[in-house]
């Protein structure tokens, strides 16, 4: 009991920059940072052009988005949850300046980044739209943000629709009940 009060209240002292140590998210992202604009490619996915004239495809960090062709339903009618979800992403990056700070690579070759738009976390507002998941289990943000859409109700959160990891592996919505995807609670 006296060490676990010892360990939070060291957990409480520390300062901010440290606490990222546990954040996966940003324990990850290092310097220099790739500053731009950008246009979507889907609804986590841009195309980013740097200030030097370099292209980059940047995936956002720790989130999830139904992908480009992917289809939800909201009380019973279809809705093209992917392209909206690419619409999305794309209106937050419309006249922004970004700051992405590169925290990896994807196997197809994509830089994945945490990108701001000044203090715009792009990836949280994804998430607070109701557009995407998270799976950045110690991101208190992004957490945050994707709470925030499941409560409201926002986006693939009004209906039913297919976490886009099983979609790719070829899970589908069909016609009647909703088998292996998401219903709101």
């Keep these: 009991m006296l060490l676990r009060r010892h360990l ?7 300062s901010a920059p ?19 604009t950008a246009t979507a490619i889907d609804g986590h996915t841009l195309k980013s052009t740097r200030v030097n004239g370099l ?4 995936r956002l960090v720790s989130i999830d988005a139904p992908e480009l062709h992917q289809d939800c339903r909201i009380d019973g009618e279809w809705w093209s949850c992917g392209f909206e979800a690419r619409q999305t992403l794309d209106d937050l990056l419309a006249d922004a300046d970004l700051t992405c700070l590169p925290c990896g690579y994807e196997s197809d070759g994509a830089i994945t980044a945490l990108c701001r738009s000044g203090e715009t976390d792009i990836g949280a507002e994804v998430l607070r739209a109701g557009m995407a998941t998270s799976y950045a289990f110690f991101a208190n943000n992004l957490q945050s943000a994707e709470g925030q859409a499941v409560t409201a109700g926002r986006g693939v959160w009004q209906g039913d629709w297919v976490h886009p990891t099983q979609w790719r592996q070829g899970t589908r919505l069909r016609e009647g009940p909703c088998v292996a995807c998401y219903i709101p609670r």
Aim: contains cysteine.
């Design 18 to 36: 440290t606490l990222a140590f546990w954040d996966p998210v940003t324990s990850e992202c290092r310097p220099p940072a790739l500053e731009g």
């Design 55 to 58: 292209v980059d495809i940047i």
């Design 8 to 14: 939070i209240l060291l957990i409480v002292c520390w």
